[in-house]
């Protein structure tokens, strides 16, 4: 049997889902980036208000920026009934790379999110006009009179993905954050125009995991054991329609551990470590450059790389423990924490300075 490598070099990762939020919470979370193996980033459109609009994403891109200057932001637009095929194609003309479509009331800034898909087709004829990615956010709202909860929302989501492709068939698309062995042979079953994001915490997670514990908490919820298996999987079997978005999505440390825990797991300062140490953990190390590197850019047709961002990183194998908590100060000057996955265990790898 060969040596366990001590050292991998790859090319500078790229995430396909993340929350950056905004105030001081961005940031604190933003300059986090640097460091963390990534340095491309899909920027998710759930602000206060929501960022419906191409000039609402260009402010916020501008305010990104300084924080992270090494690193290439990819704006997106909330899906909702302001947004019309005109400003798609003025969207896309400003670079700006894909809508997301939230189902109302499912996660976080959820509340304007969308009922129906029927009355969206204009806007999705632009987009498929334009080359633009719908993500989706592939979850129904719960509903106990018709037995829908957190753990069979996805499930129940897939027909309409499956008819959003059957009428749109050149239109990218993307189902976010699979969680479920149905998600996955859904993906697998349609067209090359239908892609998928795996988060990291979800290759590691399952419904034990979570239940009773705040800081797993996310949505869409990690599943059974069988669903973990099927993400995993699909990465080892190095399927190009598969590739990495964390859904990273800070809290504050006081909202997460209250009575009601808001949605999301954090993982913005660590990706590649913990990407690593968590492939490594069911033999898929040999796949981390295809799935954090490749298959999402393949996919997704971002701009060409900086020349600083072409240079290949590495990673060693170094027992590092992952920080208990980032704190800072939120915008009424309070001390606050960000709580990140794992806090206070060890990953067997760290980016090398």
């Known amino acids: 049997m060969a040596a366990a490598p001590t050292t991998l070099s790859l090319p500078q990762a790229d995430d396909f889902h993340v929350h950056l939020r905004q105030g001081a919470l961005m940031r604190v979370v933003t300059p986090l980036l640097i460091g963390s193996g990534v340095s491309t980033v899909y920027v998710m459109p759930n602000l206060k208000p929501p960022i419906s609009t191409t000039d609402q994403a260009l402010a916020y891109k501008k305010e990104l920026q300084p924080l992270a200057p090494s690193v290439t932001f990819l704006m997106t637009l909330y899906l909702s009934p302001q947004l019309t095929p005109a400003e798609i194609h003025k969207a896309a003309k400003a670079g700006i790379s894909g809508v997301k479509s939230y189902p109302r009331g499912v996660t976080t800034n959820s509340d304007g999110g969308i009922e129906s898909y029927t009355e969206y087709y204009p806007v999705f004829k632009a987009m498929e006009e334009v080359d633009m990615v719908l993500n989706l956010h592939g979850e ?4 106990a009179e018709e037995g829908v909860c957190v753990m069979n929302a996805e499930e129940r989501f897939l027909k309409h993905l499956e008819s959003l ?7 990218r698309i993307v189902l976010e954050h699979a969680t479920t062995k149905a998600a996955v042979e859904m993906v697998k079953s349609l067209g090359p125009t239908v892609g998928c994001s795996i988060t990291v915490h979800h290759l590691s997670l399952i419904v034990d995991d979570w239940a009773g514990c705040c800081h797993n908490f996310c949505k869409p919820v990690a599943k059974f054991p069988y669903d973990r298996a099927a993400l ?12 990495l978005g964390t859904d990273s999505a800070p809290h504050p440390r006081h909202a997460k551990e209250a009575g009601t825990s808001v949605a999301g797991v954090f993982t ?8 690593a ?3 490594e953990s069911f033999g898929a190390l040999d796949q981390l450059k ?24 590495s990673l060693v194998r170094s027992e590092t423990a992952v920080p208990e908590e980032y704190r800072f100060k939120d915008d009424s000057g309070d001390e606050r924490s960000v709580v990140p996955f794992m806090a206070g265990k060890k990953l067997a790898w760290k980016v090398q300075a």
């Open 140 to 143: 129904i709202p719960s509903d």
């Open 165 to 171: 492709h059957r009428d749109f068939p050149n239109l």
């Open 232 to 243: 995993r999987d699909v990465v080892k079997e190095a399927h190009p329609r598969f590739f």
């Open 268 to 275: 913005t300062p660590l990706v590649l470590p913990y990407l």
């Open 277 to 279: 140490t968590i492939l």
């Open 290 to 313: 295809g799935f954090a590197c490749e298959n999402g850019r393949a996919f997704y047709k971002p701009p060409q790389k900086t020349a600083a961002q072409s240079q290949a990183i």
